[in-house]
């Protein structure tokens, strides 16, 4: 089992990345929601919420196709579908962090 004092880590850690993105979307005025819970997190393109199962099959899975493999050719693995959460955990370095973050930013720019 997972000390609470890491667990308290990597929740902080995926606040502060999924506000970032969320403050950059808004930002970027674009369709796509984040939606969190504790440490995981998920992007939803095409939607400004999802809160069932039928809103989440609405979501945009070419948007997300390109996002994932935007990324997945820069050295950046996310769960390869639109209904899955990143995790972040004590394995993940600042420096992971912030490439990651600095690339999601990279893409949404060229979609805004």
């Not at 902080?12 to 819970?37: G, M, P, V």
């Not at 979501?59 to 693995?77: A, D, M, S």
């Amino acid at each position: 089992m997972m000390p609470m004092k890491e667990y308290e880590k990597d929740l902080s850690r995926a606040t502060a990345k999924s506000l970032f993105h969320r403050r950059k979307i808004e930002e970027l005025n674009l369709n796509i929601c984040i939606q969190q819970i504790g440490s995981m997190f998920t992007l939803f393109f095409g939607k400004k919420r999802v809160a069932n199962l039928k809103e989440a099959m609405e979501v945009n899975k070419e948007q997300f196709i390109h996002f994932f493999q935007t990324l997945f050719k820069q050295g950046i693995y996310i769960p390869p579908s639109p209904y899955e959460s990143w995790c972040v955990s004590s394995v993940h370095t600042k420096e992971h962090l912030f490439y990651t973050s600095e690339k999601v930013v990279e893409f949404l720019e060229t979609i805004a």
